[in-house]
């Protein structure tokens, strides 16, 4: 019991606290914001929907319960949004909600816990046959209950560490209960929040724009008068857009290239975050076929990577950048360098590494100059670079591979079918949360590409995800990621992603964070002329 | 004529029923699926469960002899169903599109045909003079050089030289007509180019035939002054295959700017076919290919009507 007083101790000051002190301009009020989106909203109900093309144009129309701390560089610090204040009962099973008064929906009815409990009803129980992206990772809560309008009750299966955290989720978009019980698939063609920003239009391929919600609950809040997003699919056409002035922005990330010759062009009208980014592109062994089932082959492979050396040149040509392991660096439950060095394929010393992959490799009975294919992505960026890079250094232990490129289109049916003996697998988290991030290398998920069946990643994995105390957590975590990474070598990591931000300097109020999916309220954001 | 002219236009119809069934089976054989891209999205897995959820809702876990029936029913009513990427009805999704490819296609085939015409008989009527160099040189580049290709150079001179970029956002004509023409110019131009280099070369080669023939020598022989001569008995004679190539042309800018458009960011027919074959959102890219290969029928029947009037050879067979 006193560990889940320590958690509530620490939870309740995280979230009671105020905004870490910030020395910046005092806000200018007025203007239109207008970013590229490289991707098109397939509808616009983020509760269903997987893609930043959704939450870019739309988040500024929404609220959420929680939402992940603007200003905090790592995207981990949940805070308040609609919920003023929370507790959390000592067993870790209910987590009570004190919802803000005086929100209202943009048609003017009021926002209550009815609310909050019709959508997230809709996402952890969806009816048959309406989809919810992200139900499964709220397998522990039993009941969402709205005892009465301002208090809103989740009650939980199990305690869950990530639990808080997930509530902030930016897909989370709190509905109208009435129009969810007139029809639960409104959202997916209609627009109408609680956000800064209300809805004007949205010309299909071209445009979506937002203008200022003169009665949005936090008062002096949004500074812009209005935002445009613009659909535009080619990078070279988003780079032109930024430099000809007739975007400011664009939230998904540009190539080093891209942010070289912006910056080069406009000189101080632009201005560069970077972030590591929660998107990591990972190697599929099959575990299936010879002789990738023999984890000494799986580790060599690991070991013939030269991370650091591939750190400092690929971070020039491509979006990748940080030596990292399960988790994105800077954040609380990213590996220390120290420790990630002791695993295969992070030590300094490639030589010796090298030298115990090859051996390895001759144990296993694997031949010099074995050959295997290696199948690939067809996406330029960071998957081209990426697969040169793996596949010269298997050369340098004597394998043969072929890189075989597959059509975007066609790659996640051939990794579901297992039809390949090493491939490159992906994933692009929406925060950076072990439970969000892991539940990939679990048996049974369905993101288990290699196949791969470890009762001891299984057991780790939720025992990680069940521990409170967060010195426990992270013990487990470490040895799920050596277990993962080093003893089973069941998947290897590459590098991690490098998310680059130019942007004009005109934009203020914005914070960089490692996934594309955060900070997209525009609440905070305004610009200085 | 009239039962030439009918002949033409029945046929439009087996083309276009074959044009479906090609189309509609050859999507089923391409791998990949669109549920599955499209719940798949950044995350990469989604569990099978909520994959055969969806193919039940589009209707793709039932046979595909129903599923092309079903379609085709609705084809023939015009009714061409709902995006499978974004639920909206496929007339929503092209009609702006569809009216942009339009506005591209007819500015850049009247640059073209400015251009051609007059350098294409000038050329023609210069033969082996510099004049005829400069106007050879000036259409085999423009046979060199890929429209997206000259489309980039304009971008990058727009942007280093003028500091500026046109409007990246498309405002019908009736709405603000000079930002209409700010933005689709420069794509006019590009395209336009390519199109009257094709056009030049047959012009002049058509002119240089028709020139040699025996009715114009006999209309000089009569006396009629030059003038007249070229206009009414070499031009109108020698418009007959450059017609064919302009109308052509038009039809395929219709739906083939892939890569301009996504130079310029233009919202037209070329950039949805691609993200509709990249998503395999089958119904619209159905829907998308018979309004194309629609177009080139009407236009090629089009066409056929204007050779009749043209030619009187056909018009009294």
């Known amino acids: 019991m006193r560990r889940y007083a320590g958690l509530l101790t620490l939870i309740l000051a995280v979230a009671l606290a105020a905004p870490p002190a910030r020395a910046q301009e005092k806000p200018r009020y007025g203007g239109e914001l207008i970013f590229a989106v490289p991707s098109q909203p397939p509808s616009y109900d983020a509760h269903q929907e997987e893609t930043f093309g959704v939450i870019h144009p739309v988040a500024p129309h929404y609220n959420t319960l929680l939402r992940v701390e603007p200003f905090d560089r790592t995207g981990t610090k949940p805070v308040g949004d609609l919920a003023e204040s929370w507790t959390i009962a000592k067993d870790g099973l209910t987590y009570t909600f004190k919802i803000r008064r005086g929100v209202k929906f943009h048609d003017g009815s009021d926002m209550t816990s009815r609310d909050i409990k019709a959508s997230y009803d809709k996402i952890i129980f969806p009816p048959p046959g309406l989809k919810s992206s992200r139900r499964t990772t709220y397998q522990a809560v039993e009941a969402v209950e709205a005892p009465d309008p301002y208090t809103v009750r989740f009650r939980l299966k199990w305690p869950e560490s990530s639990f808080l955290l997930n509530l902030a989720s930016p897909w989370n978009f709190i509905y109208k209960a009435d129009i969810l019980a007139k029809d639960m698939r409104w959202y997916e063609r209609n627009v109408m929040g609680t956000g800064p920003f209300t809805f004007v239009e949205y010309v299909k391929g071209s445009h979506w724009v937002g203008k200022k919600n003169p009665n949005y609950w936090d008062k002096g809040k949004p500074y812009l008068d209005g935002y445009r997003a613009l659909f535009i699919s080619s990078s070279s056409a988003q780079v032109a857009a930024v430099r000809g002035e007739r975007a400011h922005i664009q939230f998904r990330g540009f190539t080093p290239a891209d942010r070289d010759s912006l910056k080069q062009a406009l000189g101080d009208k632009i201005t560069v975050q970077e972030s590591p980014w929660d998107c990591v592109l990972m190697v599929a062994m099959n575990h299936t076929r010879k002789p990738f089932d023999d984890k000494r082959v799986r580790r060599a492979l690991t070991l013939a990577l030269d991370r650091y050396e591939a750190s400092k040149n690929l971070s020039r040509i491509a979006i990748v950048r940080d030596v990292a392991g399960i988790q994105v660096p800077g954040t609380p439950w990213a590996t220390p360098p120290a420790e990630l060095e002791k695993l295969a394929g992070y030590s300094r010393d490639i030589g010796k590494s090298r030298a115990e992959a090859k051996r390895l490799l001759r144990e296993a009975g694997v031949p010099d100059g074995f050959a295997f294919t290696f199948k690939n992505r067809g996406i330029p960026q960071p998957y081209e670079p990426i697969g040169i890079w793996l596949i010269d250094q298997w050369r340098q232990i004597g394998l043969n591979v072929k890189q075989e490129i597959v059509e975007a289109s066609a790659y996640h049916p051939m990794l579901k079918r297992g039809d390949f003996e090493v491939a490159m697998d992906f994933a692009c988290g929406f925060i950076v949360e072990p439970d969000l991030d892991l539940g990939r290398f679990v048996t049974s998920s369905d993101a288990n590409y290699g196949k791969h069946q470890d009762k001891v990643i299984d057991e780790l994995y939720q025992k990680q995800a069940r521990a409170v105390d967060a010195e426990e957590r992270r013990k487990y975590l470490r040895a799920l990621e050596k277990r993962l990474l080093d003893e089973e070598v069941h998947v290897m990591y590459t590098l991690q992603w490098n998310r680059i931000i130019p942007h004009s300097s005109k934009v203020k109020g914005w914070t960089i964070t490692p996934a594309h999916y955060l900070n997209n309220m525009l609440d905070t954001v305004w610009l200085s002329e | ?317």
């Open chain 2, 1 to 317: 004529m009239w039962k030439y002219l009918l002949k033409r236009f029945l046929l439009m119809f087996p083309t276009l029923l074959g044009v479906a069934v090609l189309i509609f089976f050859l999507m089923r054989v391409v791998p990949g699926d669109v549920v599955e891209i499209r719940m798949s999205g950044d995350r990469g897995a989604v569990s099978e469960e909520i994959l055969q959820q969806e193919r039940v809702r589009f209707g793709l876990d039932r046979p595909v002899w129903e599923q092309f029936l079903t379609w085709l029913w609705g084809a023939v009513r015009l009714d061409f169903g709902t995006s499978m990427w974004t639920g909206a009805p496929i007339g929503e999704e092209i009609k702006l599109r569809f009216a942009l490819s339009m506005q591209v296609a007819i500015m850049a085939t009247l640059v073209a045909v400015l251009l051609a015409i007059p350098l294409g008989v000038i050329s023609a009527l210069k033969q082996d003079t510099w004049v005829d160099y400069v106007v050879r040189v000036f259409s085999i580049a423009g046979l060199a050089t890929p429209s997206f290709w000259l489309g980039i150079v304009f971008i990058l001179l727009l942007l280093i030289v003028f500091k500026w970029l046109p409007p990246m956002v498309y405002t019908p004509f009736w709405v603000d007509p000079w930002q209409n023409f700010l933005q689709l110019i420069w794509p006019a131009l590009a395209v336009g180019y390519r199109y009257s280099a094709v056009a030049t070369r047959m012009t002049r080669s058509a002119m240089l035939e028709v020139l040699r023939e025996d009715y114009i020598r006999t209309a000089r022989a009569k006396g009629l002054i030059e003038k007249l001569v070229l206009s009414r008995h070499a031009l109108k004679n020698a418009m007959l295959p450059v017609l064919a190539v302009v109308a052509l042309e038009f039809a395929f800018l219709l739906g083939g700017l892939v890569v301009t458009e996504q130079v310029f960011n233009l919202n037209g027919l070329g950039l949805l076919f691609v993200q509709a074959v990249a998503q395999r959102d089958y119904t619209l890219i159905q829907a998308l290919v018979l309004i194309v290969s629609g177009f080139f029928i009407v236009v090629n029947f089009a066409v056929d009507i204007l050779y009749a009037w043209l030619d009187p050879r056909i018009r009294f067979r």
